[in-house]
């Protein structure tokens, strides 16, 4: 259980964490959610008490980071793929970790066969791809068996294969009853993995919710209709409080606000033939593209402006 | 076909937590598991051994056509010890890689995550470290010391370990090279970054001294004797002078042990409240 209050945390004038109240529960896969910059690394890094917050506090378990007896066996993160020595092969990398803990040696074995790099072990992992890597900064977040897990980025340098394995991974964690806590900044790979979403936009709470509940509320639902008819069926649905959009010349428009259904109805009473009724589902994305419209911090269409 | 085995559960948490012990075998795996550490050792006993025996030899092949002088004053102690003026770098260099090598590497975030009461993580450094050095650094000085005199005797006059002094500057010799070394990880974990950290190091070892003994003796002398070369000097020597005082008089050995001490003391307590206050 990780439990944020009011976190903060700037960089000199930038504001990069804002004041972020949060819960992430047991037996369920938590979604970090929010665009490049947008304070997702910081939060997780002030969760394992390395960077200091400078207003609030944010306790595992009940108590901070810095309070904890053995840390890496109530939490375990996974915060940048390189939080190792290039020089130091994978086993020695996780053995002096274990032995902080008391951890057994067969321990690190076993996480290392877990991750499936038990072949390279011995190598130096300066060598490792950035997908080894990963692997190997998840097989240090298991290693003390920790009820709390917090991955920053997993997926980033995975192939396919991998990609797969770290979501039945993520599940199968919080299933066991763990706290998992996993930041993305796709909102595509959330919608796959997690059963909770957080999300956040210059470092300030947008969304706290269940996945579903999450596209359900902020997706516009809209419904596609084509009719021959298009300027009396307009009138009818804009007087019905819709909102028309995307105005075709061949009858072809967009209606948000009122269901296929409601549509159709309308339709039928005005004496209007629909060609088309299409309710359009809302995908993640566009809930989260929407949601965070305003709060990203770089967007390409500010600093790319090619005239002709 | 993606196999996702469930990790096996530990035991219950231990009682106690986490501390000074596990701290320590776990920096002494993080020490013997980079070549740097082989390296950088393996550079500081072939320098000392190795200079001490150029600088012996030629002084024994040279002996005879020497200044007066330079015969009155001959140090054979401190002549073997030369290599120290080398060695210094090469174990500074470990002391510096040993806390900022896990900073540029990012490696420290496990480090804290694992330990984090971070102080703790450079009170095992210091002190494996530091053990590490110290029995490199005696061995390397006694035996520079006997090759040394080996060369010198039958041309020129030889010490042994009986004499007045000659004990306290080969075993001092060591001791100043592990002091040293417990600065230079001092400096590592104020300045954090390799590069910044060994030219820091360099700086105060080596550059200082030649500006200081740019200056009049009225200035640079009494500026001189706190320079760390300067003590290093005086502590491998058995005269006033010994081999390398040319350009500035030093403390008496035990006094600028003391003062290297207190450097050493004070960048390591810089470091550790630096440590605590920057985000990593």
């Not at chain 1, 080894?132 to 998840?138: F, P, S, T, V």
């Not at chain 2, 070892?205 to 005086?234: D, E």
Request: glycine share 10%; net charge neutral; proline share 6%.
């Amino acid at each position: 259980m990780i439990e944020a209050r009011g976190l903060t945390k700037r960089y000199g004038s930038t504001v990069a964490v804002d004041g972020l109240s949060f819960d992430v529960c047991p037996g369920r896969v938590t979604g970090f959610l929010g665009p490049n910059g947008s304070g997702k690394s910081t939060t997780m890094r002030m969760v394992m008490g390395l960077d200091r917050p400078d207003a609030g506090k944010v306790t595992v378990n009940g108590r901070p980071y810095h309070d904890l007896p053995w840390p890496l066996r109530e939490v375990g993160g996974l915060l940048e793929s390189k939080a190792m020595h290039p020089g130091r092969s994978a086993r020695n990398h996780l053995w002096a970790m274990a032995q902080t803990h008391g951890i057994a040696r067969p321990r690190v074995d076993e996480v290392l066969e877990l991750v499936g790099l038990a072949a390279v072990a011995g190598r130096r992992a300066g060598k490792f791809s950035l997908g080894m890597a990963q692997r190997l900064g998840i097989a240090a977040a298991l290693l003390g068996d920790p009820a709390v897990l917090l991955f920053d980025e997993p997926v980033n340098g995975l192939d396919p294969e991998g990609i797969l394995w770290v979501r039945t991974l993520l599940k199968r964690l919080a299933s066991e009853g763990r706290s998992v806590f996993v930041s993305s900044h796709l909102m595509s790979e959330m919608a796959l993995t997690a059963d909770h979403l957080i999300v956040i936009g210059r470092g300030r709470l947008i969304a706290d919710e269940p996945v579903t509940s999450f596209v359900a509320s902020s997706s516009r639902h809209s419904v596609r209709v084509k009719t021959p008819d298009p300027e009396r069926l307009r009138r009818a649905l804009e007087e019905a409080g819709a909102r028309v959009d995307d105005d075709r010349p061949d009858g072809t428009f967009t209606v948000t606000g009122l269901t296929a259904a409601d549509i159709g109805d309308l339709a039928a009473e005005l004496g209007v033939a629909l060609h088309e009724l299409a309710p359009q589902a809302g995908s993640l994305e566009d809930a989260f593209m929407e949601l965070t419209r305003d709060s990203v911090e770089f967007r390409a269409e500010d600093a790319v402006e090619v005239q002709p | 076909m993606t196999v996702v085995t469930a990790p096996a559960r530990l035991a219950s948490l231990p009682p106690g937590h986490y501390g000074l012990l596990g701290a320590l075998r776990s920096e002494w795996t993080k020490l013997r598991s980079v070549r740097s550490t082989v390296w950088s050792l393996a550079a500081t006993i072939v320098a000392v051994i190795g200079i001490g025996i150029l600088a012996s030899a030629a002084t024994a092949a040279r002996w005879r056509s020497g200044h007066f002088e330079d015969r009155l004053f001959f140090d054979p102690t401190s002549v073997s010890l030369t290599g120290y003026f080398v060695g210094q770098l090469a174990l500074g260099v470990l002391g510096v890689l040993t806390i900022s090598a896990e900073y540029g590497t990012g490696a420290i975030r496990s480090t804290f995550a694992a330990i984090p009461h971070r102080p703790l993580v450079l009170a095992a450094k210091a002190i494996l470290f530091g053990t590490v050095a110290l029995v490199v650094a005696e061995v390397v000085s006694f035996a520079a010391f006997f090759i040394g005199q080996a060369l010198l005797s039958g041309s020129a006059p030889t010490a042994t370990l009986s004499q007045p002094g000659v004990v306290r500057a080969v075993a001092g010799g060591g001791l100043y090279l592990t002091v040293l070394g417990l600065l230079a990880l001092g400096i590592g974990s104020i300045v954090r970054h390799t590069a910044g950290a060994i030219t820091t190091f360099v700086a105060l070892l080596l550059i200082l001294p030649l500006v200081i003994a740019a200056f009049p003796a009225s200035i640079g002398h009494p500026i001189g004797k706190y320079l760390p070369l300067v003590i290093g000097n005086s502590m491998t020597a058995t005269t006033p002078r010994g081999a390398h005082a040319d350009f500035l008089p030093g403390f008496a050995p035990w006094t600028g042990f003391g003062l290297l001490c207190a450097y050493a003391a004070a960048a390591l307590l810089a470091g550790a409240v630096i440590m605590v206050r920057r985000d990593p």
